[in-house]
């Protein structure tokens, strides 16, 4: 006899496993089937995400900053610590720890809120049966009234760099190198190889980043990208635009073997020789073999599973949710749409206010925004005012001994209602909530503006922005600023 089940969710990343926590809740049966194993062969929940993804990469970019402001940071603030070594084997234990402990909260969290976790690779049949092929290769069925597809995105593999997982690899290899390479090569210089890039060079290695764009960060707003490529390059990140990589060849044997890389740019052709390469050139939807072709799921040509404004697929009582379907490829969207979906079910009213969707680059300083851009704006032909505030002027900001960067707020010249808020500076990803949390409630620059920010804290440079949108700024000089 099949097992059945109100809901059954592929996948248990920050998409799946909250969809099914929230399904719980609720009342639904609900399972979640996931194939994840370790490193060490055990099956975990939590995905990409908590597994190589989101968690371990901040937790070596903090322990990489904490390394580099023990050795650069503290002589201002009359502290002397002599000689800082480094111990890689124990910061790298410790993000695992900090992995180890997250996993282990989800699966107390399903039992907790009794969902039935299936260890296996889970497959959509048609009517809404899920075919289930266990680590030791069973293959059993249940049924479902609901399918939520939540299998997320994996590395995109490049044929010019073939990753080896040794020498040359991907973003999850780049979070478990052994030892600090001498010379890092990183392939692409988004959000992900930044990020990777930072933590190599704070730690030791001379990085070198091969980006194919001609504009730095164009998904950022075009100053704030300026403002980082200048405060990057003085770290002493080498970002090279418009390199086209052509070639990236292993050479050498054993403990002498290097990685030979050949790119194009508008100069000519040039070389270069990298300890280890990183490709980091972006990431593509899990939705092969998540479903058999006899259901007829529509698909586009990227691989993304099409989706309406429910996130319901092609398939009544089937849906997508996460990096498998339209959208920024973030973890907290992918919550943000789980707990749509299990409302959905459930006979109630969600929606998820894609508009608003933040986005942050976990670098120093940091890079956050929210909303639109500028050249957004100025492409639509939108009248918008701008207001800024540089962290240099924040008292707060220069206790810490971080001033770099500023805070940029964009509202509709006519209505005041802000268009877009773009920072960064010091806290950055927890600043930007406080912009997300005004516009979801339609807040002006004004409304910001008329309320009370504690002194001295980072938050008062957005409360300094909104005052600027309208040439009010206290703790600047300015001019007012009208577009």
């Known amino acids: 006899m099949i097992d059945k089940y109100d809901v059954v969710i592929l996948g248990a990343g920050p998409a799946g496993y909250v969809a099914a926590i929230r399904c719980a809740q609720l009342g639904l049966n609900t399972a979640c089937v996931d194939n994840w194993l370790d490193a060490n062969s055990?099956?975990?929940?939590?995905?990409?995400?908590?597994?190589?993804?989101?968690?371990?990469?901040?937790?070596?970019?903090?322990?990489?900053?904490?390394?580099?402001?023990?050795?650069?940071?503290l002589d201002e603030h009359g502290i002397s610590l002599g000689k800082v070594s480094l111990d890689l084997t124990t910061m790298m234990s410790r993000k695992e720890k900090v992995v180890s402990d997250l996993t282990k909260g989800i699966e107390a969290l399903f039992k907790a809120n009794k969902v039935n976790w299936i260890q296996g690779r889970g497959r959509l049949l048609v009517n809404k049966n899920v075919e289930v092929t266990s680590h030791d290769g069973k293959v059993s069925n249940v049924a479902a009234n609901n399918v939520i597809i939540a299998t997320g995105s994996s590395p995109i593999n490049i044929s010019a760099a073939p990753c080896d997982g040794d020498m040359i690899v991907n973003?999850?290899?780049?979070?478990?190198?052994?030892?600090?390479?001498?010379?890092?090569?990183?392939?692409?210089?988004?959000?992900?190889g930044l990020e990777l890039g930072s933590v190599w060079k704070r730690l030791g290695a001379d990085v070198v980043m091969i980006e194919a764009q001609e504009e730095f960060l164009a998904i950022a707003d075009a100053q704030i990208a300026r403002e980082a490529q200048r405060a990057l390059g003085k770290q002493g990140l080498d970002i090279r635009l418009g390199a086209r990589l052509m070639s990236a060849e292993i050479q050498g044997k054993e403990k002498s073997r290097k990685v030979a890389v050949k790119y194009k740019d508008a100069k000519g052709e040039h070389s270069e020789t990298f300890d280890k390469l990183i490709v980091a050139v972006g990431r593509q939807p899990n939705s092969h073999r998540v479903f058999e072709s006899a259901t007829q799921l529509v698909m586009d040509e990227r691989g993304f599973i099409h989706v309406n404004s429910r996130c319901e697929t092609s398939i009544p009582g089937v849906y997508a949710i996460g990096d498998v379907v339209r959208g920024p490829m973030l973890a907290h969207k992918g919550s943000e749409e789980g707990v749509m979906v299990a409302e959905l079910i459930a006979g109630h009213a969600a929606k998820v206010n894609y508009d608003l969707v933040p986005s942050v680059i976990y670098t120093q300083p940091e890079i956050a925004w929210v909303g639109k851009t500028e050249q957004h704006l100025k492409t639509a032909g939108e009248n918008y005012r701008t207001g800024s505030f540089p962290f240099v002027a924040s008292g707060r900001a220069r206790a810490l001994g971080d001033t770099t960067g500023l805070v940029k707020i964009l509202a509709h010249e006519k209505t005041d209602r802000i268009l877009g808020v773009h920072i960064i500076g010091p806290q950055a990803s927890e600043l930007i909530a406080q912009a997300v949390l005004a516009m979801e409630m339609g807040a002006s620059s004004e409304d910001v503006a008329l309320t009370m920010f504690a002194h001295p804290t980072l938050a008062e440079s957005f409360h300094e922005a909104a005052l600027a949108v309208?040439?009010?700024?206290?703790?600047?000089?300015?001019?007012r600023s009208s577009k």
């Open 42 to 73: 055990k099956p975990v929940l939590g995905g990409t995400c908590l597994n190589v993804g989101c968690i371990p990469s901040k937790s070596l970019l903090e322990s990489s900053e904490l390394f580099a402001h023990c050795q650069h940071g």
């Open 171 to 192: 973003s999850t290899g780049a979070l478990a190198f052994t030892g600090v390479p001498k010379r890092l090569g990183v392939i692409g210089a988004g959000v992900i």
């Open 470 to 479: 309208h040439g009010r700024a206290i703790h600047i000089a300015q001019k």
